[in-house]
T-cell receptor, first 110, second 115 residues
Framework: EDQVTQSPEALRLQEGESSSLNCSYT??????LFWYRQDPGKGPEFLFT???AGEEKEKERLKATLTKKESFLHITAPKPEDSATYLC???????????FGAGTTVTVRA | SAVISQKPSRDICQRGTSLTIQCQVD?????MFWYRQQPGQSLTLIAT?????????ESGFVIDKFPISRPNLTFSTLTVSNMSPEDSSIYLC????????????FGDGTRLSIL
């Protein structure tokens, strides 16, 4: 069974204080690893897909990286608007379903 | 960008009743899914909505409790039947648009409370 573990559960940052979120996974062959952002009262918003170890994707202050066992979401010089819950999900090579981690809730204080 | 509309956005229901949630997409999609997100928890897949045939349910979810329809490529419904307080949750629809390696996009969910 596919498993996704995210750490930490919660992260409180000062504006401008860079940090990283971790997503560890086990999957029977990886089709893709996905990062989503979820704001309160909203559905998850797609951020990145990573397909193979060594791949990196960037969007504004966010950068996602992938190894064979984990992915990191780096937040560089965060702003209060980066406050959200960040979800990681894996998709196995033999299916289109997503298995989600529990998420990391990031709070950025001005 | 994807436009995925869910109705209702929230509801409060009495135990023992049923509620049907609608998911409407702005263009044809290849796949549609239904998820549940219980308070403070992550997303759990309920089923894959198959066009013109019975949905494919995940372990722990059954058709009698969560009947799903998908009559065409842009619309699906999820019914939560014979509701109990344990069904209080957020129910989310997701879709995959046509194209290679497309991600799932989510609606904003239906917040359901059972009294």
């Amino acid at each position: 069974e596919d498993q996704v573990t995210q750490s930490p559960e919660a992260l409180r940052l000062q504006e401008g204080e860079s940090s990283s979120l971790n997503c560890s996974y086990t999957v029977s062959g990886l089709r893709g690893l996905f990062w989503y952002r979820q704001d309160p009262g909203k559905g998850p918003e797609f951020l990145f897909t990573l397909y193979s170890a060594g791949e990196e994707k960037e969007k504004e202050r966010l950068k996602a990286t992938l190894t064979k066992k984990e992915s990191f979401l780096h937040i560089t010089a965060p702003k209060p608007e980066d406050s959200a819950t960040y979800l990681c999900a894996v998709q196995p090579s033999n299916d289109y379903k997503l298995s989600f981690g529990a998420g990391t809730t990031v709070t950025v204080r001005a | 960008s994807a436009v995925i509309s869910q109705k209702p956005s929230r509801d409060i229901c009495q135990r023992g009743t049923s509620l049907t949630i609608q998911c409407q997409v702005d263009s044809q999609v290849t796949m549609m899914f239904w998820y549940r997100q219980q308070p403070g928890q992550s997303l759990t897949l309920i089923a894959t909505a198959n066009q013109g045939s019975e949905a494919t349910y995940e372990s722990g979810f059954v058709i009698d409790k969560f009947p799903i329809s998908r009559p065409n490529l842009t619309f699906s419904t999820l019914t939560v039947s014979n509701m109990s307080p344990e069904d209080s949750s957020i129910y989310l629809c997701s879709v995959v648009y046509q194209g290679v390696n497309q991600p799932q996009h989510f609606g904003d969910g239906t917040r359901l409370s059972i009294l």
